[in-house]
């Protein structure tokens, strides 16, 4: 099935691990074949990732863009993923983590990817509270 990407002015994607950069008026492209296709928007620089959530999609990351270097990617995610799964306890991030390791493993690497931005949001909301009230949250977390 195509991919239709609908590009704005000057936005940059990555296809098949070259960055190209739209010109200056809104653009779409159709895809006819699979290809391995970041928005700008999803791209994450290295030293972007400083959370827990950040430091899994990384690597898932580096895996749907850089197929030579896999294996040490592979081997990053399993480590963070991990760690992040051990440091939780909400039965529903746990899930989503489940489901993210399970589209690692079978190579759907953009549906682990977008699956884990939605980490992002769950650690937001626990990293962000008000510490009176960590207690209320810890069991949450």
Known sequence: MPLKLSLKPGEKFV?????LTNGD??????????????????????????TPARRVYLPIMMMYLDADGSEQYYNDFALRMTEFMG?????????????ISRDVMSGS???ALMLCRKLFEFERERLSYDPKSLSKHAAHY
Not at 25 to 45: F, G, H, P, W, Y
């Open 25 to 50: 008026k809104r653009t779409s492209l159709v895809i006819q074949n699979k290809a391995s296709v970041l928005r700008e928007k999803d791209i994450m620089q290295p030293d972007a990732a400083t």
């Open 87 to 99: 440091a939780i306890r909400n039965r529903t991030a746990l899930a989503a983590c489940m489901e």
């Open 15 to 19: 296809l098949n691990g070259a960055v």
């Open 109 to 111: 690497y953009y549906k």
